[in-house]
Structure formats: C-alpha cells, structure tokens
C-alpha cells in the first residue's frame, strides 16, 4: 500500500502543502462516512497515520505521504466527511502541513 495512492498535493503560495483525497483513494474506500483528523500543531512523519476513515468499503488508516507540521484541518469533515467523497478540491482537502 502505497502512501502517493490516496492523497493529492497542492503547494499554497506561503509555500504549505494542502493534501486531499485523490481519484484512486475515493474509489478504493468509497462513501466515507467518519474520519478521524489530526490536531493543529501536531506534527506528522511520511508513511505515518495521517487520518482514520470509516468508508463504505473498509476502515483505513491513511498515511501521510509528506514530513511536516499541521497548520489547518478541513473542519467541515467532522460533520460531512462524505465531502472526501467529491472530487471537488475544494470539498474534499483534509489538511495543510508546514514542511
């Protein structure tokens, strides 16, 4: 299982990298219905859990494919988190991190 597999990145223009569900991650797990989210200022290695998502398909843990410090969540996700589901990038962004 492969860390690239379920996340997009977009670099920002302060130079943070948001990361969100990918084509390959939505259709693998399909309709997510919970996710679990890291807190700001918490600080995530590549390959290490980056969020718990209970999905139509499976639970998953999903690692983080990048090193870096949580700067936002997608809050939104708590309520909605089948807003993962859309491939909408602005609906279905989880966090940016801080390298």
Sequence with gaps: ???????WQSELA??????GLNEAGREL?????????????QTVKAGEMLIEVEAEK???????P???EVV????ALKDQPELLS???SQKNWVVTLKK
């Design 1 to 7: 299982m492969a860390t690239e597999n379920y996340f």
């Design 14 to 19: 302060d130079g943070s990298i948001q990361l």
């Design 29 to 41: 797990l399909g309709e997510i219905r919970y996710v679990d989210l890291p807190q700001v200022n």
């Design 58 to 64: 499976m639970v998953q843990d999903l690692p983080t």
């Design 66 to 68: 990048i090193t870096g």
């Design 72 to 75: 936002t969540v997608h809050q």
């Design 86 to 88: 859309s491939p909408d």
